[in-house]
């Protein structure tokens, strides 16, 4: 120790020169060691050093992505927090790939031969994953300006669906048959959706009758407003009105329009005032009619002739 105390007071220029040409040459040449491949321009090295900057570079992004996204949700309710946070995730993959790139071009390496070498590989994972990226892109749509929320009833190729969950790349619903069906978030932005609850939580629904000709139409529009009026699903306000439709062919059409709170419920509520409908009619002798056709036949002079023929010729005989 004594020794080395004494090196240092007497000699401080080759103090210097040992830490610059052995310490951090050695330093250096770790740093270096690797694999290389290619010369000149073209050429790839793949080092300690890389890859020590690669995995700082990734702690940092980690680091400051984690910031970002609790600056960026510390305000939020927990559903759209948890929506958030699965729109950020996809978005992370993208920022770690571009933080990969930028990280070995400071390193010196070409990273045009990279791209270039991989750019079929893109291509064709592109095509294969096209579908894949229009749920996920319509996903971040419907999740940030809130299109579809949980809880809304929509039509979807002609089915009536409660949805349930909405995910990056699917939605979830709930049938009226308490079937699950798998949505792609794709279909919501290139199909016409019809919902029945973003207008207001009220929907209007209607039953048609039809009543023979003769019958007292006031009486049964009294009676079809009686039925809805006593039915507890059926909303007061507001409230339920009878349409005389149309002249039809063996019947008078009557249309009951009313408003109820779930139109989700909507078959079972038409149901029961069917029953209603069919049972104060029958009380008060007011006749459904079945469809009825009247059959006329024709016969022509040519038939008519051969007809007569034939009958003349048996008398004969």
């Known amino acids: 120790m004594v020794a080395i105390l004494s090196f240092v007071q007497d000699k401080p220029g080759k103090l210097e020169d040992f830490l610059q040409k052995d310490v951090w040459g050695t330093i250096k040449e770790v740093l270096n060691m ?19 900057l690669l995995i700082f570079a990734f702690l940092a992004t980690s680091f400051l ?74 996903g971040i749509f419907i999740i940030t300006d809130k299109s579809l929320l949980v809880g809304d009833i929509i039509e979807v190729d002609g089915k009536v669906v409660r949805v349930f969950e909405i995910k990056l790349r699917t939605t979830r619903a709930i049938t009226r048959d308490d079937k699950v069906i798998i949505i792609p978030n794709h279909k919501f932005i290139s199909d016409v959706i019809y919902s029945h609850t973003q207008n207001r939580n009220t929907t209007r629904e209607s039953v048609s009758v039809g009543v023979a000709y003769g019958s007292d139409v006031d009486k ?35 249309g009951l329009k009313f408003h109820i709170s779930d139109s989700f419920f909507s078959p079972n509520i038409k149901s029961e005032l069917r029953y209603k409908i069919d049972r104060a009619f029958r009380e008060n002798q007011i006749t459904i009619p079945f469809p009825q056709r ?24």
């Not at 790139?101 to 990273?111: D, E, K, R």
């Not at 036949?297 to 008398?315: P, S």
Request: aromatic content about 10%.
């Open 294 to 317: 009247d059959v006329h036949l024709y016969q022509n002079a040519a038939f008519q002739v051969r007809q007569k023929i034939t009958k003349e010729g048996k008398a004969r005989e």
């Open 220 to 254: 049964v529009s009294q009676l079809l407003l009686d039925c809805a009026l006593q039915h507890p699903d059926v909303l007061k306000t507001p409230e339920p009105v009878v349409l005389f439709e149309d002249f039809g062919d063996s019947a008078l059409l009557f």
């Open 65 to 138: 992505l984690k910031w970002l996204r609790h600056l960026l949700t510390r305000k939020m309710q927990g559903d759209d927090k948890l929506k958030f946070i699965s729109i950020f995730k996809f978005i992370k993959y993208f920022i770690y790939i571009a933080v990969i790139l930028v990280t070995m071009s400071a390193a010196g390496i070409n990273i045009t031969i990279l791209i270039t070498a991989s750019a079929a590989l893109f291509v064709g994972l592109g095509l294969a994953l096209q579908e894949l990226f229009q749920d996920v892109i319509a």
């Open 34 to 52: 690797g694999l290389h491949f290619g010369e000149g321009e073209k050429s790839v090295h793949i080092t300690i050093g890389l890859l020590l």
